[in-house]
């Protein structure tokens, strides 16, 4: 636990709050059935997405997942925008055209979402390609999961990308989950450290859910791949809060079992990264950083 | 063609030219020969992974760049259709912050039947259609030469396609006399007595017939059709509507055929047009034979006099 001066959280720790509570707030309209596009929150990622968000710059390109959710609201102008977007309106992110499973806000360099694994990989080659024609100091990062590297385009991209010594990251969210199968349920172990020893390309695991130690490492992460152009894996095990996707069937108690009114901490655990955070700082802390993110609602009666 | 090709290649900037084998052996058949890089052009041999190949043309595309992939044939574009779908269909509905890139795909479309059974897809039009993709078919020098121009920096995707049964013809000029603002339909010479529409790699059975109309005094007008969404074809219908009579040759397999869109159009645009469909109408064989498509010329000269 910190104290005095060090009771300041660092801006992307906020961020992580801030991020933390936007999603227990669309959790709520889940429960209510507010969308007719499926949302898929990342409840528990958010050390990771804060991470990665503090580490593009204008010129990079960031490619997602149909779980974009978290993304999008860190890195939108205004988050309120993405909700909108949901709703389907025109003054949505993307204008209502995109929903959820695809969207995109090129303006912040989420270039790209795909909701077919694995489908991200090639095209983040693309635009990493793109990065060595224009000569730019510039850097891709494309996500994909544990279900992803079972796909043979998981296999192909980061080949290609080696092959090319291309300047991007492929970030490997491992939950364990592939919707409702673990991976024990449904393959053998693929160590993903050994696989890419064996083409060459750097590896890195993430694991403590630390919003400060995710940041320092993805930021010294940008200047190895930029300098040495040469593309990096991070693994980086996240437990997933919400299973799935909203009220889906099959996962009955998802999402009714997050309470945004019980707090912001879901689980009291490491595998929670808002946990680690109170954790660091305290609860009377911690507590005064909840009550301060009321200005932050995404429904707020003035937008 | 490789010339046309290379040629106009050479002058794109920002420019990433890809496929298997394209600087070394036959030079996928001749067709990645003299290409050169250049401070922004990079022409590289790349290894055997289709599906990732189409996928990185997307992404340079949406970076604003330009990629130009050279494909044996048509056959290993299949692993790209999630791209060609997918991909693309996010891309169309997304508003950029800066125009897209140009992704041309250059390959040949394996069509005499002797390939064996895995080497004989032939159906671009199916890609194009189910993807919105454009699909131009090179058939002669001087359409190649137009569409090679105009359509290869164009923002978004196209594939060049020519077709391995006519390789061993002589390639001609063949003077433009139209063509369609999306080059969908590109028109060759104007008649007065029969409108012929060419689909596929027809387009020699139809010059065939327009020279038996000429040598017994019947004017006819001469088109072919590339696959293009939402294809400005009202040339080729008006012209129909015109003369009256419409004969189209379509020597792909198809059940999806643009022949039938085609003909609805015109038809719908003027009922009393009258038509025959020459179709190639052979069962699809999966095992090696002569994919020719013959059209009996005389026979349907009679029609068109009659």
């Known amino acids: 636990m910190k104290s005095g001066s060090e009771n300041l959280m660092t801006s992307e720790e906020l961020m992580a709050l801030k991020l933390r509570f936007w999603q227990m707030e669309i959790n709520e309209d889940l429960k209510t059935k507010r969308f007719k596009v499926p949302v898929h929150l990342g409840l528990g990622t958010e050390a990771l997405v804060v991470a990665i968000a503090s580490v593009i710059h204008p010129g990079d390109n960031l490619l997602l997942t149909h779980r974009n959710a978290a993304f999008n609201l860190v890195l939108a102008e205004d988050p309120r925008a993405v909700v909108r977007e949901y709703d389907g309106s025109d003054d949505g992110l993307a204008f209502g055209q995109l929903g959820s499973m695809n ?112 940041v320092t490492e993805f930021k010294s992460l940008r200047g190895a791949v930029i300098s040495s152009s040469s593309p990096a894996v991070v693994e980086v095990k996240t437990t997933l809060l919400n299973q799935h996707a909203g009220p889906t069937p099959g996962w009955p108690t998802d999402p009714m079992k997050v309470e945004i009114s019980l707090g912001l901490v879901i689980e009291e655990t490491a595998s929670d990264p808002i946990f680690v955070l109170r954790e660091k700082y305290g609860i009377k802390n911690f507590s005064r950083f909840e009550t301060e993110l009321d200005s932050a609602k995404l429904n707020r009666d003035d937008g | 063609m490789n010339q046309i090709i290379s040629d106009r290649v050479n002058q794109m900037e920002n420019t990433f030219v890809y496929g298997e084998n394209l600087d070394r052996g036959s030079f996928i058949s001749g067709l990645s020969k003299n290409l050169v890089s250049g401070p922004t052009r990079l022409v590289k041999n790349v290894g055997n992974c289709e599906y990732t190949h189409c996928g990185v043309g997307f992404g340079l595309m949406m970076s604003g760049k330009n990629a130009v992939l050279f494909v044996k ?13 997918s991909t693309y269909g996010s891309i169309r509905a997304t508003r950029y912050q800066q125009p897209l890139g140009s992704f041309t795909i250059v390959t040949a479309i394996y069509d005499q039947g002797f390939q064996g059974p895995q080497s004989s897809f032939k159906g671009l039009g199916e890609i194009c259609s189910m993807s919105g993709v454009s699909g131009f078919l090179l058939q002669e020098l001087s359409d190649a030469r137009k569409i ?42 104007s008649g007065s007595e029969v409108s012929i529409v060419c689909m596929g790699y027809s387009l ?16 006819a007008s001469l088109f072919s059709v590339n696959y293009v969404e ?18 189209i040759i379509d020597d792909t397999h198809s059940t999806t055929s643009l022949s039938f869109r085609f003909l609805t159009d015109v038809l719908e645009y003027d009922a009393e047009v009258r038509f025959t469909v020459l179709r190639n109408r052979a069962v699809k064989s999966t095992a090696v034979s002569d994919e020719r498509f013959e059209v009996d010329c005389k026979k349907v000269f009679a029609w068109i006099a009659s």
């Not at chain 1, 494309?142 to 991007?168: C, N, R, W």
Request: with cysteine; glycine share 6%.
């Open chain 1, 103 to 214: 969207l995109v806000n090129p303006k912040s360099g989420v270039v790209y979402s795909s909701s077919i694994l694995a489908n991200n990989i090639s095209v983040a080659c693309g635009c990493a390609y793109g990065h060595l024609i224009s000569q730019s100091q510039n850097f891709s990062v494309v996500l994909t999961g544990d279900g992803a590297i079972e796909e043979g385009a998981f296999y192909e991209g980061l080949v290609f990308a080696k092959s090319h010594q291309l300047p991007l990251v492929i970030v490997v969210d491992n939950n364990d989950y592939s919707m409702a199968s673990t991976t024990s349920e449904r393959r053998c172990e693929i160590d993903l450290s050994l696989f890419c020893k064996s083409i060459g390309v750097n590896y890195l695991q993430l694991s403590n859910n630390d919003v400060q130690t995710y």
């Open chain 2, 73 to 85: 044939q048509l056959d290993f574009m299949m692993l790209g259709i999630d791209h060609f779908v």
């Open chain 2, 148 to 189: 090679v121009a105009e359509e290869i920096s164009k923002p978004g995707i196209r594939f060049f396609a020519l077709s391995q049964r006519l390789a061993n013809e002589e390639l001609t000029e063949v003077n433009i006399v139209d063509a369609a603002p999306d080059n969908s339909v590109i028109q060759y010479c």
């Open chain 2, 204 to 219: 020699a059975r139809g010059k065939s017939l327009v020279n038996l109309c000429a040598e017994n005094g019947k004017g």
């Open chain 2, 230 to 247: 939402d294809a400005k074809w009202e040339i080729a219908v008006h012209d129909a509507s015109r003369t009256k009579k419409l004969v």
